[in-house]
Structure formats: C-alpha cells, structure tokens
C-alpha cells in the first residue's frame, strides 16, 4: 500500500517557472527512485528526470539545463523546478516510485498525474 500525493502543476506563461513536489508514503521498506515522467496528448509517457536515495540523477536531453530534480529523504518527497518553460513541455506529469516491499521485491509505482501547461 503507496500513496502519492502531487501538487505544483497548473498554468504558466512561456519562460515561466513552476515546482512540482510528490510525497510518498506507505509500507515500503526503503525507496530507490523517485522521479518524473510527463505524457503529452497524442504521444508516449517520457521520463522527464529521476534521482536515486543517493542523489545520483538523470534527465531527458530535452529539459537539460531547464529542470532541475532534488529530494527531501526525511519527508520521502521529491522535487522538480522547471524553469524557462516552453510550449513543448505541456503534458501531464506523473510522480514515480520504485520502492522495495517488505517481501524485499522491487516494485514500480506512479502518481495520478498533475496538469502543467505553458501557454501565452
């Protein structure tokens, strides 16, 4: 049992910035990634970013030097400052768990989605 609870998205103007977070809870025994992936209409779920519990991360080509990923392991909560948005990063982006269960098997799990959307 895993929730996730996302907030952040909503609507801003080209060169804008906006802050994602997503806590995690649950009877998981330790988390390994924590990240963001985003799925625009018409086209294929893409990771935007993750970061690992140890702070190593990875970023589409696309959102290099623009997002910037970060976590709270205290809180289980992890982070994604978007800034100089463009019009192609509309999409909803969903929060990703990847957590080990107390039957010590790894395990995938995505948030409900939260609707970022640039536009003038």
């Known amino acids: 049992q895993v929730q996730l609870v996302e907030s952040g998205g909503g609507l801003v103007q080209p060169g804008g910035s906006l802050r994602l977070s997503c806590a995690a809870s649950?009877?998981?025994?330790?988390?390994?990634?924590m990240g963001w992936y985003r799925q625009a209409p018409g086209k294929q779920r893409e990771l935007v970013a993750i970061i690992t519990s140890g702070g190593s991360t990875n970023y589409a080509d696309s959102v290099k030097g623009r997002f910037t990923i970060s976590r709270d392991n205290a809180k289980n909560t992890v982070y994604l400052q978007m800034n100089s948005l463009k019009a192609e990063d509309t999409a909803v982006y969903y929060c990703?768990?990847?957590?080990?269960?107390?039957?010590?098997?790894?395990?995938?799990?995505w948030g409900q989605g939260t609707q970022v959307t640039v536009s003038s």
């Open positions: 649950g009877s998981f025994v330790s988390i390994n990634v």
């Open positions: 990703y768990l990847n957590f080990r269960s107390r039957t010590w098997r790894l395990n995938d799990y």
